[in-house]
């Protein structure tokens, strides 16, 4: 046997069981993440709103400026016949509506010339365009939205949006969405923005009586809805990132419940497999109250069963040792001492020894055999229901054409309408119920009479052998069914039982998850009448 540790149980700093669970639990979080940075439900519902609220706001600019900015009957001589507008109050109140809702405004002709724009000055010198700077940002703010914002690109459908370009001078054909309001339609489009993010257009007749008179394009950018996402964002990450924090401790915590004390049992397994003495403790973690608590106690139950086996195989080996010399002594001094004796009565009388030694040796062997392959045999042999009533009745059958003259009678009593079944292997119940038998014929005297009792008692089913010999000492009851045990009634022939009748009987009654034992039967003045088996087995209905 190698001494070398197995390479699995080799002390690592991470063990792969705690390394499996960081990453299961980690796992939901890290699709959170991906999840919560993708985010288009949420955006495509900003974006709807934002259209919606653009449409409402169109509609009422659209109604101002057909009140007040447009001439009464377009095309009469009081006002230019090029525009049906009113260009000073309409370029006035397009940027005084345009300014509080943070919009872009322009206003199209019919022909689709640029008559308006909320963030253009007109006047005599000229036309002054105004932009609106974006606040300043932090830097710290600005380096985390331009982190989530490459984190969420790949997720992003903005690069098939087609682009925004401001041609000069602008007319309605660069915008689909104006000459689509011109002829009475409102419309919508949503374009990339080439510094990033997007435009929200939406484009609304301007009516007067009915008549388109012009367009009005309303445009919004998507920083105020992208700084909604961003801080939905931040915040899910933030949440996220406590939520990480609580569950790499829970899962540190879970695998140190788990992998230590898994660890610590595999050491000890291995210590006990290379050790060279037998106190290997097994630790039972008594302060658990788990299936890790279930496994010590299960793996040290386990050892201690083991020890056990390997002391009974090297006591079973010690006694087969000792029983076999016996015989093998005799027959060797008998057969050195054939060829020297010349008295053929003498002769024939060593031979007899001789046949003797080796009929006990054949008997020894034989139930050796036996007992050696009924532990293997009652471990894997498939239990069936058995009748013990029936079972009885044949063996008291057998025993009754078998006896020879003047053996003892065998009396059965057992209940009607009760086949007495249990679930066991026929052939090893049988096996026990024959050497009891048997006992019981080998010391019964000349004409006595064996009795065998069968019932229910508290689900079991009892089984009473009894005979009429001398019974037991009481300090022998447990002796009698240990291995080799030798104690025979007078006048039996020396050798003629093995003495493991007894012990495999109880081997097999205890395999069934029963019991037998032994007593005296006494009378009312505790004078010994006899000796009584009782076996008890686990009882099935019917």
């Known amino acids: 046997m190698s001494d070398a540790p197995h390479p699995e149980i080799i002390e690592r700093r991470l063990s792969p069981l705690t390394s499996r669970i960081l990453a299961v639990n980690m796992m939901p979080i890290l699709v959170l993440v991906l999840g919560l940075l993708y985010l288009d439900e949420y955006r495509a519902t900003l974006v709807e709103q934002t259209l919606d609220s653009l449409h409402t706001q169109g509609q009422m600019f659209a109604a101002a400026l057909a009140e007040g900015a447009v001439y009464e009957l377009a095309g009469?001589?009081?006002?230019?016949?090029?525009s049906p507008f009113d260009l000073d109050v309409a370029r006035n109140m397009v940027r005084r509506l345009a300014e509080p809702a943070d919009l872009r405004a322009r206003l199209f002709s019919p022909e689709g010339y640029l008559l308006a724009d909320s963030r253009t000055l007109y006047g005599k010198s000229g036309e002054i365009e105004i932009e609106t700077l974006a606040p300043p940002r932090r830097e710290s703010a600005d380096l985390l939205q331009r982190l989530t914002a490459w984190?969420?690109?790949?997720?992003?459908?903005?690069?098939?949006?087609?682009?925004?370009?401001?041609?000069?001078?602008?007319?309605?054909?660069?915008?689909?969405?104006?000459?689509?309001?011109?002829?009475?339609?409102?419309?919508?489009?949503?374009?990339?923005?080439?510094?990033?993010?997007?435009?929200?257009?939406?484009?609304?007749?301007?009516?007067?009586?009915?008549?388109?008179?012009?367009?009005?394009?309303?445009?919004?950018?998507g920083e105020e809805m992208e700084q909604s996402l961003l801080q939905v964002r931040l915040t899910i990450l933030k949440m996220t990132a406590l939520a990480l924090v609580v569950t790499v401790l829970l899962s540190?915590?879970?695998?140190?419940?788990?992998?230590?004390?898994?660890?610590?049992?595999?050491?000890?397994?291995?210590?006990?497999?290379?050790?060279?003495?037998?106190?290997?403790?097994?630790?039972?973690?008594?302060?658990?109250?788990?299936?890790?608590?279930?496994?010590?106690?299960?793996?040290?139950?386990?050892?201690?069963?083991?020890?056990?086996?390997m002391d009974a195989i090297e006591s079973f080996a010690a006694d087969v040792a000792h029983e076999i010399k016996n015989p093998l002594t005799s027959l060797r001094s008998a057969v050195e001492t054939i060829s020297l004796i010349k008295d053929p009565a003498q002769r024939d009388k060593l031979m007899a020894i001789i046949i003797d030694d080796v009929g006990r040796l054949d008997r020894l062997i034989s139930d050796i055999s036996d007992?050696?392959?009924?532990?293997?045999?009652?471990?894997?042999?498939?239990?069936?229901?058995?009748?013990?009533?029936?079972?009885?009745?044949?063996?008291?059958?057998?025993?009754?054409?078998?006896?020879?003259?003047?053996?003892?009678?065998?009396?059965?009593?057992?209940?009607?309408?009760?086949?007495?079944?249990?679930?066991?292997?026929?052939?090893?119940?049988?096996?026990?119920?024959?050497?009891?038998?048997?006992?019981a014929v080998s010391f019964s005297p000349p004409g006595g009479a064996i009795h065998i009792r069968a019932s229910r008692i508290n689900g079991m089913v009892r089984i009473l052998v009894e005979d009429e010999g001398p019974g037991m000492p009481e300090e022998?009851?447990?002796?009698?069914?240990?291995?080799?045990y030798s104690?025979?009634?007078?006048?039996?022939?020396?050798?003629?039982?093995?003495?493991?009748?007894?012990?495999?009987?109880?081997?097999?009654?205890?395999?069934?998850?029963?019991?037998?034992?032994?007593?005296?039967?006494?009378?009312g003045e505790d004078r010994v009448l006899g000796a009584r088996f009782i076996v008890d087995l686990p009882g099935e209905s019917g």
Request: hydrophobic share 40%.
């Open 476 to 484: 022998k009851m447990e002796a009698i069914f240990e291995r080799f």
């Open 487 to 523: 104690e025979r009634p007078e006048g039996e022939k020396f050798g003629t039982h093995s003495g493991l009748g007894l012990a495999i009987s109880r081997q097999i009654v205890t395999a069934h998850r029963g019991s037998l034992r032994a007593e005296n039967r006494l009378d």
């Open 151 to 221: 984190a969420a690109r790949p997720f992003s459908n903005d690069k098939d949006l087609p682009l925004y370009r401001e041609r000069h001078p602008q007319t309605a054909r660069d915008y689909p969405e104006v000459a689509g309001a011109l002829d009475g339609n409102a419309m919508e489009i949503i374009r990339a923005n080439p510094e990033g993010g997007i435009y929200l257009s939406v484009a609304v007749p301007v009516q007067r009586f009915k008549q388109v008179v012009g367009a009005l394009l309303l445009m919004r950018g």
């Open 371 to 439: 007992a050696s392959r009924l532990d293997a045999e009652l471990s894997r042999a498939e239990t069936r229901p058995v009748s013990l009533a029936h079972l009885l009745e044949t063996l008291a059958d057998i025993h009754g054409a078998t006896a020879k003259e003047g053996a003892p009678s065998l009396g059965l009593d057992l209940p009607k309408d009760d086949a007495l079944t249990v679930s066991g292997i026929e052939g090893r119940l049988a096996q026990v119920m024959r050497n009891l038998i048997a006992n």
């Open 252 to 309: 540190l915590y879970l695998a140190g419940t788990i992998a230590r004390p898994v660890r610590k049992l595999a050491l000890a397994a291995e210590h006990v497999r290379r050790g060279h003495g037998r106190r290997h403790d097994i630790p039972r973690f008594p302060g658990r109250r788990d299936e890790i608590s279930e496994l010590a106690h299960a793996l040290a139950d386990m050892t201690e069963a083991l020890w056990a086996r």
């Open 76 to 82: 009469e001589d009081d006002h230019p016949a090029e």
